[in-house]
């Protein structure tokens, strides 16, 4: 797959899709289409909707954000996923890469998370990145840690508790590595 952005793609169930680099434009629709996401609370630490300054250092500052685009029916668009790319750490740690990703719940059992993890992994891959660490996978998110496994990913470590969910209760959190050198 070549990486120069806009990419279009065709999801298995037929619908295309187009991935671009975000900028100012996709402010706005990424920051409500990730309340969604924080509000869900299965798959971020946030426990409440962040406000814009911290949105904006958590999905653009420092980071490459990539959106993906979905005409509906009625011509227009949705945005439907989304990544960040960045490193996990400054200086000499600067080549191992860290991610963060969304799919709106409508799209999800598509090939959507696939095709943005393939594209991070190239992407990652092309800015010179050697590897990519996932700090934080709930252990209930079975669906990302699958995902995560078939392109690749092994699991370093479990961190007890790691995460309070909704009811008081907590689960763990599983530190997964992917080496980017082959």
């Known amino acids: 797959m070549g990486l120069q952005f806009p990419i279009q793609c065709t999801l298995k169930d037929g619908f295309t899709v187009q ?3 975000a900028d100012e434009r996709d402010i706005e629709p990424l920051k409500t289409f990730y309340r969604v996401i924080v509000e869900e609370g299965n798959s971020y630490p946030h426990d ?3 406000d814009h300054d911290e949105f904006m250092d958590y999905w653009f500052h420092g980071k490459r954000t990539v ?3 979905v005409p509906d029916r009625k ?3 949705e945005m439907a996923d989304a990544f960040y790319l960045k490193p996990n750490w400054p200086g000499r740690a600067g080549h191992v890469a860290n991610a963060g990703f969304i799919v709106a719940p409508k799209w999800r059992s598509k090939g959507l998370g696939r095709l943005l993890g ?6 990652g891959k092309r800015l010179g990145y050697r590897s990519v660490i996932f700090n ?3 252990s209930e998110n079975l669906g990302a840690r699958r995902l995560w496994e078939q392109l690749g990913f092994r699991q370093l470590g479990v961190i007890p508790c790691a995460v309070r969910k909704d009811d ?3 689960q763990d959190a599983i530190i997964m590595f992917l080496s980017l050198e082959s």
């Not at 393939?118 to 992407?123: F, G, I, K, Q, R």
């Open 118 to 123: 393939e594209t991070m992994l190239n992407y």
């Open 75 to 77: 011509r227009a668009t």
């Open 168 to 170: 008081g209760t907590y």
């Open 136 to 138: 934080l996978v709930f």
């Open 48 to 50: 409440r909707v962040p």
């Open 19 to 21: 991935l671009s680099l």
């Open 67 to 69: 959106v993906a685009y």
